[in-house]
Each structure stands twice: as structure tokens, then as C-alpha cells.
């Protein structure tokens, strides 16, 4: 099958190339996935330059990068029980395995997730990253659902038009009465957030 990846690292980026690579066989809790989109997040830039979590500088072995995804299970492993065949999915893959740029991919099934009906795949694949990093940033790190004695109901998202901005937006609107503030340099920006957070 093929797949995107490289042999040595380089912040060029010139090196990526293409490969023809054994397809996968899931076992455990593995799901084979389908592969239909994958998104490009910083981590992805990381690790093909050679630095970041899961990097490797010069191997003989092909590195794959992509750890955003979305596709369709093809097979599952003999312990899998969460998903089946033919269940659309997406996830944010792991850094201490072969990204997704191919086009069948093995994933732990405990950090997939049931692809949203309303979207496609690209819109997808765009998710798992910047959702998990707004999530935890927000609920888990800064707890922004407990009230902080004497200080204002108030959000500050810097970037509100970014990956993670624009999904920190969205689950502060849904999931808290926070008053939103967000900023923004740009014409498109601006509206970019206001589509999001309906600021007037």
C-alpha cells in the first residue's frame, strides 16, 4: 500500500516522499482504518524535522507521519469490542506509532471515536488535535467551569481564529456561561470568530 514519509528528518521539509509499504494487520485492540483524510498539525512538522515527541533522526525505516484521522474501519483486532467494520471514525493517533498518511492505518481502539454524522472526513480529520488541546486546556487544566471568587465570568482566547481557538470558542459557548473575548488581527480573522462565538 502507499504511504507518505521519510528516512531522515529536515526541517526542509523537501524529504517527504512517497513509499509502497506492507499493509497492516490488526491485532489486540488495534482497528485497520481506512484512511479518507488527514489533517497537518504542528506535531506533524515536528517530528519530520526532527525534533518533538516520537522523532527520529536517520533510520533505515520509514517514518510516517499524520497523526490526525479520519476513515472507515476495515478490519479489527481479535480483543477489539468498541467498533466494527465499516463504522466511520476519527481519532488523534499516537506519536509512538506510524502516523496516517497511508492508506490503511493501525489504531488503538480506546482513543477513536465515532465520526460525527454531520461532517466529512476533511472536517474530521481537523478535529481531534485542536479539540483535545482546547478541551484540556480549558476543563482540565484551567477549570474554567468552577466560578474563581470575585473575578468576572470571562474567557480570554487568544488566536480565536486558530484551530484551537476557534474550537476553544465553541465548547466555552456550549459548555459554559463564560462571557467570550477573543482576539484576532485581521478582517477575516474577526469574522472568522464571529461566525463561531455569533459576536456582534
Known amino acids: 500500500m502507499r504511504a507518505i514519509g ?3 528528518a529536515s526541517p526542509a521539509l523537501d524529504h517527504l516522499e512517497a513509499f509502497d509499504i506492507p499493509r497492516p494487520k490488526p491485532a489486540g485492540r488495534d482497528l485497520l482504518v481506512e484512511v479518507r483524510a488527514v489533517s ?3 506535531v506533524d512538522y515536528k517530528v519530520a524535522s526532527g525534533g518533538g515527541p516520537g522523532a527520529v ?3 533505515d525505516e520509514v517514518k510516517i507521519v499524520g497523526y490526525d484521522s479520519a476513515g472507515v474501519v476495515a478490519e479489527a ?12 471514525v476519527f481519532y488523534a493517533g499516537s506519536v509512538g506509532r506510524l502516523g496516517a498518511n497511508m492508506e490503511f492505518h493501525l489504531v488503538d481502539e480506546r482513543i477513536v471515536g465515532r465520526k460525527p454524522r454531520t461532517l466529512d472526513f476533511a472536517a474530521a ?3 481531534p488535535l485542536t479539540a483535545i488541546t482546547a478541551w484540556e486546556a480549558m476543563f482540565d487544566r484551567l477549570d474554567v467551569a468552577t466560578p474563581v471568587p470575585g473575578a468576572a465570568r470571562a474567557i480570554l482566547i487568544l488566536g480565536g481564529a486558530g484551530g484551537v481557538g476557534s474550537i476553544a470558542i465553541q465548547l466555552a459557548r456550549q459548555l459554559t456561561d463564560l462571557t467570550i473575548v477573543a482576539t484576532a488581527s485581521r478582517p477575516e480573522t474577526v469574522q472568522w470568530q464571529r461566525r463561531w462565538a455569533r459576536i456582534m
Request: net charge neutral; charged share 35%.
Open 6 to 8: 521519510y528516512r531522515k
Open 40 to 42: 497537518v498539525n504542528p
Open 57 to 59: 533522526g536517520e533510520t
Open 77 to 88: 483486532g481479535s480483543e477489539a469490542r468498541l467498533f466494527k467494520p465499516g463504522d466511520e
Open 125 to 127: 480529520a481537523a478535529l
